[in-house]
């Protein structure tokens, strides 16, 4: 092994910085080449890449976002638009790749892999933390730093005005930003799409947090809630309860900025050595991932159809402190 490409792909999460710059370091520090590939798949289409030595990473660690910029390559999902990528791969003398990243960028990678024999390491990489195999993904935890930041001020806003906020939260199918920004917010009921809720349940819970003396409230709802979105929840509990003063507020995309927690930070160092490590051992098609403190690699279809599962003593914490 004498050249890595390292690329992030799918959605963005801060932390990310931080996973390349401890991947070119790492190369260094092992005497390989390292070339970062620009816009995830997109850059390896296009033959957008160039060498990076442990100086091009300096003040990064610090930084949301990837400076490599990411992508959702729609050509990567063809075999023409993954030929090309390979044709790039040899063109630059390219020995394997590590791909920071979601579940959908694991799947690219092991598609790839299974064509072309392209050895990839995997960095878990969302704010989701919905990929098995690791405790955390990279941007997970200082999502969840900005979601209870917010809801700290909207508690503000609600307790002041007597209102009821419902606020939505990311996490595409999961529901792990929800259930642990709503412990971590004190938030009077917590939807998330790996339990079934009702809305009766909900009304319920409405009716019996009033009768507890309580004159605001702040329902935290996961993006992938079945019960229906953020306003039509709200909606349904204002027919119900018309005396409420209702509020929605959608976090969106504030979610994914920022300056990564110092776990996160560290997460992200530990995997983007691991990675490196991995690959001059041989090991190919894996995962990096953390599990109870230790770095563990995880087969990559693993990693993606086993979905992390939300832990049922932390539904029961959200239930019990509601009270
Ligand atoms: P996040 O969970 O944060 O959105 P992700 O990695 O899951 O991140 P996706 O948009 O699902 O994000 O995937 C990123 C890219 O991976 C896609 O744009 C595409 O280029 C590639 N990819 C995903 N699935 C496949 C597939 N089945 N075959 C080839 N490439 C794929």
Redesign the pocket.
Known sequence: IKKIGVLT?????PGMNTAIRAVVRACSYYNIQCIGIKE??HGLINNDMSELGPRSVKHIINRGGTFLKT???????TPEG?KKAFENFKLNELDALVVI????????AS??HKEFEVPFIGIP????N?IFGTDATIGYDTALNTVIEAIDRIRDSATSHNRVFFVEVMG?DAGFIALNSGIASGAQDILIPEKKDSLEELLQTLERSQQAGKNSSIIVVAEGEELGNVYDLAKATQKKFPEYDIRVTVLGHIQRGGSPTCQDRVLASRLGVAAVEAILEGKSNLMAGLRSNKVVYTPIEEAIKKHNQIDEELIKVAKILAI
């Open positions: 792909s799918g959605g963005d999460s995830g798949y992508a959702r390559s729609q050509e990567f999902r993954r990243g979601g579940d959908g960028s694991f799947t690219g598609v790839f990489g969302t704010i989701d919905d595409r």
